[in-house]
């Protein structure tokens, strides 16, 4: 009686190792298509799937490779002024270009202007109680002769029959440690004539004026503000360089 007993513990003793043996490769087993356990994948990453068509597609939750940053321009100026010494408040830029290129073709020069009028508060206010008004403006430009010192080919690029007093128009200033920056609203791509570029060396005068300005009498025109470019022509090509 005694070797039976014992024989019968050994059969419960056999049958429940194997029991646990099956409760642990069962689940393991089930973690990939050939019955074996894959160490390397990590079940928290989506596999990917081919979508309707049959392309592959990534899954939602895969990290996108950042994107490339934008090229720095060749060309700019009038968004920021280095902080000078002592305490004197920079005057405002209220015209400002870019540009990723600095050579062009003689008939396709094109620069994005930005332009507009820094003013404080609401624009009816402005308009109102600061005496600052603007109805119409517009963006010119023109050679300059340096040796000569005379200007030539005069050409209107836009007339705006809007009050440059107002949101859309507004400019920002921000001021920090190291100097001030100008936050314009508005922006636009201007071709420049190629009758401007009629020496083999001069300059390119950007001009923004508008009538009425900071005054209510009659329709007197105002220079706002000029951005100027050196140029130089070579077999019909323009190169500009910010005038120092």
Do not use: W
Not at 22 to 50: I, R, W, Y
Not at 120 to 138: I, S, T, V, W
Not at 188 to 212: H, K
């Amino acid at each position: 009686m005694k070797n039976v007993k014992s024989l019968k513990n050994l059969i419960c003793f056999v049958i429940f190792i194997m029991l646990a043996l099956l409760m642990f490769f069962v689940p393991a087993c089930a973690g990939n298509d050939n019955g074996m356990f894959d160490e390397t994948k990590d079940p928290t990453v989506d596999s990917v799937q081919p979508d309707d068509d049959g392309k592959e597609t990534e899954p939602e939750n895969q990290e996108k490779e950042p994107e490339i940053q934008e090229r720095e321009p060749e060309l700019e100026h009038g968004f920021f002024e280095p902080k000078p010494e002592g305490y004197v408040e920079s005057p405002p830029y209220n015209l400002a270009y870019r540009s990723y290129t600095n050579k062009f073709d003689v008939n396709n020069v094109t620069l994005r202007l930005y332009y507009g009028y820094m003013f404080f508060g609401d624009a009816e206010d402005a308009r109102k109680n600061h005496r600052l008004n603007c109805p119409e403006f517009e963006i010119s430009c023109y050679n300059y002769d340096i040796c000569n010192k005379s200007q030539s080919n005069y050409h209107i690029l836009k007339k705006v029959s809007e009050n440059i007093i107002s949101d859309k128009y507004r400019i920002i200033r921000e001021n920090r440690d190291e100097g001030t920056y100008f936050i314009f609203n508005y922006s636009e791509e201007f071709t420049i004539p190629a009758d401007v570029f009629s020496e083999e060396y001069g300059q390119l005068y950007i001009e923004i004026g508008g009538v009425n300005l900071k005054r209510y009498g009659g329709p007197e025109y105002e220079v706002i503000d000029v951005e100027v470019l050196n140029y130089e022509l070579t077999d019909s090509k323009v190169k500009l360089t910010p005038c120092a």
